[in-house]
C-alpha cells in the first residue's frame, strides 16, 4: 500500500486566497483525521472523519475552515480566506476498522503551507 | 481537559547510550497511550502502542512502559544510533475507541557518532 497521499506537499499562497488541502486515506480504513502542527502549538487535531461523517469538528479553529469526506478514498480541508497565521504543516491520518485498543493511526507527509 | 506533557523538550547523546524520555498526561482515564517518531520534513510513525490495561510494550531497542495511576510513561532506548536522531511524540487517546489523540509537545533527540 502506499500510505496515506496528501496533496500538494507545499503551497504558497498569499493572504485572502483559497488554500485546499487534499488526503487519500489507505485502503480499507474508515476513520480519517485532519492535523495541524505548528511550533508554537504543537499538533492539534482539526477534526476527524468515521465512514465519511464528520464526527468531531471541535479543533476547527474557525469558520474560515471546512473540511469534506465525499468518499472513503478521499478527503479535502479548505480554508477560505487565508491568513498568515495559518501558516502550519497540515497533516492526514487515518486508522482501520478493527476497533481495537491497539489500532494505531497512520500519517500522510503532510502539506507545509505558506500564507504571506 | 486532557494535557500531555513531555520532559525534555531537547536531548543531546553520545553514541550508544541508553536513554529514556518522559510523558506525563493529567486525566488517567485513557484508552491507550502511543509512542510516534517524526524526522524531519516528515510525516509521524507509530513505534508503540500501550493499551490501557497494559503496563509495557517492547520493540527492538525500544521499550515503553504506562502507569496510569501516576499519569506517566516512559520510552527507553537501549544502545542509541545517529539513527535515533528525531522527534519522539507522546499521545494519550481518552476514555474511549474515538481515535481523537492529544499530543505533547515531543522530545528531539540528537545522538552523536
Known amino acids: 500500500d502506499a500510505g496515506v497521499i496528501q496533496s500538494p506537499r507545499h503551497e504558497v499562497t498569499e493572504m485572502g486566497q483559497e488554500v485546499t488541502l487534499r488526503c487519500k486515506p489507505i485502503?480499507?480504513?474508515?476513520?480519517l483525521f485532519w492535523y495541524r502542527q505548528t511550533m508554537m502549538r504543537g499538533l492539534e487535531l482539526l477534526i476527524y472523519?468515521?465512514?465519511?461523517?464528520?464526527?468531531?469538528d471541535s479543533g476547527m479553529p474557525e469558520d474560515r475552515f471546512s473540511a469534506k469526506m465525499p468518499n472513503a478514498s478521499f478527503s479535502t480541508l479548505k480554508i477560505q480566506p487565508s491568513e498568515p497565521r495559518d501558516s502550519a504543516v497540515y497533516f492526514c491520518?487515518?486508522?482501520?476498522?478493527?476497533?481495537?485498543?491497539?489500532?494505531?493511526?497512520?500519517f500522510g507527509p503532510g502539506t507545509r503551507l505558506l500564507v504571506l | 481537559k486532557q494535557e500531555v506533557t513531555q520532559i525534555p523538550a531537547a536531548l543531546s547523546v553520545p553514541e550508544g547510550e541508553n536513554l529514556v524520555l518522559n510523558c506525563s498526561f493529567t486525566?488517567?482515564?485513557?484508552?491507550?497511550l502511543q509512542w510516534f517518531r517524526q524526522d524531519p520534513g516528515k510525516g509521524l510513525t507509530s513505534l508503540l502502542l500501550?493499551?490501557?490495561?497494559?503496563r509495557e510494550q517492547t520493540s527492538g531497542r525500544l521499550n515503553a512502559s504506562l502507569d496510569k495511576s501516576s499519569g506517566r510513561s516512559t520510552l527507553y532506548i537501549a544502545a542509541s544510533q545517529p539513527g535515533d536522531s528525531a522527534t519522539y511524540l507522546c499521545?494519550?487517546?481518552?476514555?474511549?475507541?474515538?481515535?481523537?489523540?492529544?499530543f505533547g509537545q515531543g522530545t528531539t533527540l540528537q545522538v552523536k557518532p
Open positions: 491520518a487515518s486508522r482501520g476498522t478493527s476497533g481495537s485498543p491497539g489500532e494505531t493511526q497512520y
Open positions: 485502503s480499507g480504513h474508515n476513520s
Open positions: 472523519f468515521n465512514n465519511n461523517v464528520p464526527i468531531d
Open positions: 486525566d488517567s482515564a485513557i484508552y491507550n
Open positions: 500501550i493499551q490501557s490495561s497494559q
Open positions: 499521545a494519550v487517546e481518552g476514555r474511549s475507541n474515538t481515535g481523537k489523540l492529544i
